[in-house]
């Protein structure tokens, strides 16, 4: 008689537990829980990043307007904005320009200056925007800011011809003023390019600002610089040159610093 042979290694008793006679609804819950809990800790997860704000849409009008300035130029008076061009290398061309050229009622002096003033205020507003976000607000600053710049250019001009009538040096501070003149349009150019890097360009912000800050600072140096030889040409007097462009030019732009270390 034949017996069947039971291999106690490929088993294990166990004690009998009734089975439930149908699936309750918190089994259902907890098997759920279980399987969810699996499948989210396979997924593979990335680190996100915030989207920027979004800005008015007037921003984008500006931007197209600045632009639509520097297109009419160099397309309809292109033989200006190529003088302009070689002006800014060699400022002593500016003489030819000052003498023969209607200079502040050119169109080309008039759409570049208003570029200027659009690009420079806009890129001002949205670099404070970002170094105080809290505080600053685009809608409110923009008109407030853009005034202060364009109450700070008739400031400077009027000084600056007040003083050529004192000193009678007419024909000098109109060559300076050209000067002065010539970096603020190269000056709204660079800041329109770099106001919309800042805007759409996936570029860290502090890096444009600090692009911004670093032009701005050798187009000063530049019109400083330029200011001191054309002085020297007439005046001869080195201290005199240079206690009128620090009361003009390096004072105003202090006290316009302080003011935003104290809003900072």
């Known amino acids: 008689m034949a017996t069947n042979s039971i291999d106690s290694t490929n088993f294990s008793l166990r004690p009998y537990v009734e089975a439930k ?14 399987h969810a809990e699996q499948y989210y800790a396979s997924i593979p997860y990335y680190q996100g990043s915030l989207p920027k704000e979004s800005l008015p849409d007037w921003i984008f009008l500006l931007l197209i307007l600045g632009t639509s300035m520097i297109a009419y130029v160099i397309s309809v008076h292109r033989k200006r904005s190529n ?10 061309l500016s003489k030819q320009i000052i003498r023969y050229e209607k200079v502040y009622s050119h169109p080309v002096n008039i759409a570049l200056n208003i570029n200027f003033i659009i690009s420079v205020s806009l890129f001002a507003v949205l670099a404070l925007k970002l170094l105080n976000p809290d505080k600053f607000n685009i809608q409110n600053h923009f008109p407030q ?23 009678q040096l007419q024909e000098l501070i109109e060559e300076y003023i050209f000067q002065l003149n ?7 150019v660079f800041f329109l390019i770099l106001t919309a890097l800042l805007i759409y360009s996936p570029l860290n912000e502090s890096i444009i600002l600090t692009i911004g800050a670093s032009i701005f600072v050798i187009l000063s140096v530049l019109q400083l610089s330029r200011g001191v030889m054309i002085g020297i040409q007439k005046v001869k007097n080195l201290f005199f040159i ?3 462009l620090c009361t003009l030019e390096i004072l105003p732009w202090l006290v316009v610093g302080k003011w935003i270390h104290n809003q900072l």
């Open 182 to 188: 010539l970096i603020n349009k190269y000056t709204g």
């Open 242 to 244: 240079i206690l009128y």
């Open 21 to 34: 006679p149908y699936y309750e609804a918190s089994d259902w819950i907890n098997d759920i829980a279980i």
């Open 83 to 92: 003088m302009l061009a070689k002006t800014f290398i060699n400022w002593k």
């Open 145 to 167: 800011v853009l005034g202060l710049l364009l109450l700070y250019g008739l400031f400077k001009i009027t000084s600056h011809k007040f003083m050529a009538w004192i000193f």
